[in-house]
């Protein structure tokens, strides 16, 4: 078996994780399964791309590449403005639609169904704006280095795995170190609970949603920096986001990322043994799998 598989699939892991970790919060939090949250993976890619072609175009010198990197301070800039942008527009999803939803006490269904319809809104917005053709955030080839053991990765590719840690180790204090964690941690076990202790809940609700969209804008953006841009790409990932979110555990944070990586680790060894068409498979069985015998997930508490 081919060693780089491992790398392959720590990468297409850690940005699977990102994105579960956003789903597990929304759902142990607000209570319903969210399919629109892919898309807020590719409307993060998409705000980045689009500020940052924006700045290359007033300075040139800010799209020179930053050391070993295939980008420029343009693309730093736009991660930035990029995750504030992407967390207004899931505050904006919540108010037109599910905090409205929530107002009236709608079923738990009617929100998932809500969810799809504004999943599908959002791709075809980004189609009409964009349309449906592959963008990329750098063209530049890059030099794989030898790390051992047979495995390359490029400075890109390190970089990802790096960040996508860095912010499962932040969010994991955050949640568990601060008041607003607490908080958090305290709607998630009972909502009406914590509101009669005095926890402003629709603050909580607001926070989850920033954090969750910011975390996908981040996950976006990797994957158009280490492969490209398309408006599916958020319904591509939907699959193995929701196999790791319910893996790890819902409402567990290190759970998520863990089953991330474990997905992404499936997903390439299942290339490699039986083949790429197998590969969109491999998240359905591991769900499947999850539900039959641990519903609870690795690191979920059984109910």
Not at 43 to 69: H, K, N, R
Not at 204 to 215: E, N
Request: hydrophobic letters at 60%; a positive charge.
């Amino acid at each position: 078996m081919n060693p780089q598989a491992l790398m392959d699939g720590l990468i297409a892991g850690s940005m699977i994780g990102l994105g579960a970790v956003g789903i597990t919060l929304t759902y142990s939090i607000l209570r319903f399964a969210n399919f629109a949250h892919g898309e807020l993976i590719a409307w993060g890619a998409y705000i980045a791309f689009a500020i940052a072609a924006a700045l290359g175009m007033l300075s040139g010198a800010l799209t020179t590449p930053i050391g070993p990197f295939s980008f420029g301070w343009a693309l730093v800039i736009a991660t930035v403005v990029a995750i504030v942008l992407n967390g207004g527009l899931a505050l904006l999803v919540d108010a037109l639609l599910f905090g409205r939803l929530r107002s009236q006490k709608g079923a738990i269904i009617i929100m998932v169904m809500a969810s799809f319809g504004a999943a599908l809104t959002l791709r075809s917005l980004l189609e009409f704006i964009f349309t449906a053709q592959p963008l990329y955030f750098s063209k530049a080839l890059q030099i794989a280095l030898p790390l051992g053991g047979g495995i390359r990765a490029t400075p890109d590719q390190l970089l990802s795995l790096g960040v996508a840690a860095l912010l499962v180790v932040a969010v994991h204090l955050l949640l568990s170190r601060t008041p607003i964690g607490r908080a958090m941690r305290a709607v998630s076990e009972n909502p009406q609970l914590a509101g009669v202790a005095g926890i402003d809940v629709r603050r909580v609700i607001r926070v989850v949603w920033l954090l969750g969209a910011a975390l996908a804008c981040v996950a976006g953006i990797s994957a158009g920096l280490l492969v490209q841009i398309r408006p599916q790409m958020g319904l591509d990932l939907l699959l193995p986001l929701f196999a790791a979110a319910i893996l790890g555990g819902i409402g567990s944070v290190p759970g998520a990322m863990i089953a991330g990586l474990i997905v992404g680790l499936s997903e390439a060894f299942a290339v490699q043994l039986i083949g790429a068409e197998w590969r969109s498979a491999v998240a359905f069985v591991i769900l499947v799998l999850v539900l039959l015998f641990r519903p609870q997930g690795l690191f979920g508490r059984a109910q």
